[in-house]
């Protein structure tokens, strides 16, 4: 009965790392960095749209916290030197699985918008995609720039 809670604890422990590991990349999230800095602000004219993912973060937390849960559980496979070997069995699985699951977890919707700004330059952006903010083809758009990152809104 010991093992089963552990490793619903531990599961459970691993679901709030990488519920934390996310950031987002919308165009209405800003950086503590960013926040009251001088932005650098273009206009421009939205030439095309493209929908894309954004892969998720790869972060060692990811396939640390499903070693640890795959260690767990696979020493409770047996036992004696059996259940040392299902242990590292275990947490090797676990951590390949972790790191999966963190990017997977972490992955997002992304949407590259094709500006044509006012001084005749094209540029594309790529930026998580937001429900309240939806793009169109002729649209006139704001690109806000700031220490290197760049946002387009309307």
Do not use: W
């Not at 493209?50 to 972060?59: A, C, N």
């Not at 275990?90 to 094709?114: K, P």
Request: glycine residues 16%; hydrophobic residues 40%; proline residues 2%.
């Amino acid at each position: 009965m010991r093992k089963p809670t552990l490793f619903i604890a531990s599961f459970t422990a691993l679901a709030l790392t990488l519920g934390g590991c996310a950031s987002s990349l919308t165009g209405d999230s800003y950086s503590r960095d960013e926040a009251r800095s001088v932005q650098t602000v273009r206009m421009g004219t939205i030439e095309s749209l493209r929908p894309v993912k954004i892969e998720g973060t790869k972060t060692p937390i990811g396939a640390g916290a499903g070693a640890v849960v795959g260690g767990v559980a696979g020493s409770g496979v047996g036992g004696g030197r059996g259940s040392a070997v299902a242990a590292v069995i275990g947490a090797v699985a676990g951590g390949l699985l972790g790191a999966a699951a963190e990017e997977g977890i972490t992955r997002t919707q992304g949407v590259e918008i094709t500006v044509r700004e006012d001084d005749g330059t094209m540029r594309a952006y790529v930026q998580e995609v937001e429900e309240n903010q939806v793009f169109r083809v002729g649209e006139r758009v704001r690109v806000m720039s700031v220490n290197g990152t760049s946002r387009v809104s309307h």
